[in-house]
Nanobody
């Protein structure tokens, strides 16, 4: 299995910044796309940003210009740099990754989620 572990969440005042990390572990051949999602209180999980293996990025309108997604392929790690945080950015941030890994003796596709990290932005 491929496990994802997020870190970097916490409590921050509005206007502040945080940097989230998502590290993938396992015998990984490749990770195609990594993404960051937000599940705000009482709302469905939504995609905020994604990045492909060649560095192409996409952002939700709500975070364009404020959040930056990046990745270190050698470390199988993705990052989300969040600036100018707003109270509506509060929620649990989840990392998702898709790719292939070694399962037994076979190359197998995976799609994994992290356990989530809480971000709270106070006004």
């Amino acid at each position: 299995q491929v496990q994802l572990v997020e870190s970097g969440g916490g409590l921050v005042q509005a206007g502040g910044s945080l940097r989230l990390s998502c590290a993938a572990s396992g015998i990984i051949f490749s990770i195609n796309t990594m993404g960051w999602y937000l599940q705000a209180p009482g709302k469905e999980r939504e995609l905020l940003a994604s990045i492909t293996s060649d560095g192409s990025t996409n952002y939700a309108d709500s975070v364009k210009g404020r959040f930056t997604i990046s990745r270190d392929n050698a470390k199988n790690t993705a990052y989300l740099q969040m600036t100018t945080l707003k109270p509506e950015d509060t929620g649990v941030y989840y990392c998702n990754a898709e790719g292939s890994y070694l399962r037994g003796f076979r190359r197998t596709d995976f799609a994994s989620w992290g356990q989530g990290t809480q971000v709270t932005v106070s006004s």
